[in-house]
């Protein structure tokens, strides 16, 4: 989403005025001697010059750069990385993505419509972000008290489960008029609570197709919270756009993803031995059991899926907050999971990339560097096919043509 970074020229004499004073109203930014890695999944370029000017990419060459551009050194230049699964609630959480490298996120979830009102403050140029697509709620069979507060209206699903298509379709009606960007639905209960089983279904396949259809005829997608093989399966047929985590989807389930483009967020890093919350509670410790249990399906899926040619995006679940137990999460630990499970570090780049765009369904604008694109880039000093451990310290960040992180040169 391109937001403004300098006034508008407001009137033609304006305009005329600027012109007679020799101000241009573009603004511009060169990046001097970048290896680019574009997004695409070709292999990185010899030393290009990127040029910059309100908030795109102008134009990729050889040619030198004019005084004043800034000299990568040969460092490698990346679209910004876009986490597909995130549940980012405040401002500071969503400057602490963009300063990792994240420019654009889907936050799927979101208690008490705090995503919504971060994504509008950042919309709105008012707190630094990355873009928001927000889901504005989880569309669940319990659906909790946070969604219930903010949606008062279905006050009677706050100590009764919400069954049966229509009323899906008349909470996700809600939803949508509410300003959601996404619909998120549970197919499968969470696995992030010892009370519940994530491989028990949740919303059935005609309530999935209920939501599916609701959002649809309004333009958007579903992404669906799914372990179990029922669930995934259920949640496939139903037509969603997405499977996030997916940790027990079966041989037939990931054929039907393929058949279907069905996109498969796995979040394996949130779910590694790394998103334990490793404590000493009785219920700390059945998670962490849960987690070693859950993994290597999780991971043996994704190999088959990555074999199978599914379209892979990253995504952390995490907050990026300050001290909660999936904080810690980056993209950089997603990619990392995803070259153990059989992806090349440039397939895993291009999953947090190009994949993830077309998921979101921005690829038009974002998600790859190219002349036209939105210039949403992150540099990195070493080469990251060889080391992945370079993507965790962005040396520039670049949102939107604007400088949020700059440690060139240090």
């Not at 969503?94 to 990792?100: I, K, V």
């Not at 654009?104 to 971060?118: C, E, H, I, M, N």
Request: a negative charge; one cysteine or more.
């Amino acid at each position: 989403m391109t937001r403004p970074v300098f006034p508008i020229v407001r009137n033609a004499c304006a305009l005329i005025l600027c012109m007679m004073a020799g101000v241009s109203s573009a603004t511009d930014l060169w990046l001097a001697n970048a290896r680019i890695i574009d997004g695409t999944g070709t292999a990185p370029t010899g030393l290009r010059t990127v040029h910059l000017r309100d908030g795109k990419v102008l134009a990729i060459g050889k040619d030198a750069a004019p005084a004043g551009a800034i000299d990568l050194r040969g460092s490698y230049l990346l679209p910004g990385f876009i986490d597909a699964h995130t549940h980012i609630e405040d401002p500071a959480s969503a400057e602490r993505a963009l300063r990792s490298g994240v420019t654009t996120t889907r936050v799927l979830g979101d208690a008490y419509l705090k995503g919504l009102a971060t994504r509008d403050l950042v919309r709105q140029g008012n707190t630094p972000g990355p873009e928001m697509l927000v889901s504005a709620g989880h569309v669940r069979p319990v659906l909790g008290e946070a969604f219930v507060l903010s949606f008062p209206q279905f006050g009677r699903y706050l100590h009764a489960p919400l069954t049966g298509a229509e009323p899906v379709a008349e909470v996700v009606r809600a939803v949508i008029a509410r300003g959601a960007d996404v619909i998120k639905v549970g197919a499968s209960e969470r696995a992030g609570l010892a009370s519940t089983d994530p491989r028990k279904p949740e919303l059935s396949f005609e309530e999935l197709s209920a939501a599916v259809n609701e959002a649809g005829a309004k333009g958007l997608y579903v992404a669906a919270h799914a372990h179990g093989a029922g669930g995934v399966n259920a949640a496939v047929r139903a037509g969603v756009r997405s499977i996030e985590h997916g940790t027990y989807a079966d041989a037939a389930t990931l054929q039907l993803m393929l058949e279907k483009g069905t996109f498969w967020v796995p979040t394996l890093a949130v779910m590694s031995p790394l998103g334990d919350p490793r404590g000493d509670h009785a219920e700390d410790i059945a998670l962490q059991l849960r987690t070693y249990h859950m993994m290597k399906p999780l991971r043996e899926g994704v190999r088959r899926a990555h074999a199978l040619g599914i379209p892979v995006a990253t995504g952390t679940d995490g907050t990026y907050g300050d001290g909660d137990a999936t904080a810690r999460i980056r993209i950089a630990h997603e990619i990392e999971e995803l070259v153990k499970c059989g992806l090349t570090p440039l397939e895993a780049i291009t999953a947090a990339t190009a994949n993830a765009a077309r998921l979101l369904g921005v690829d038009a604008r974002t998600g790859t560097v190219a002349p036209g694109k939105e210039a949403d880039l992150l540099v990195v000093d070493r080469n990251p096919l060889e080391d992945t451990t370079t993507l965790f310290e962005p040396m520039l960040v670049v949102n939107n043509g604007e400088i949020i992180l700059n440690r060139v040169g240090l």
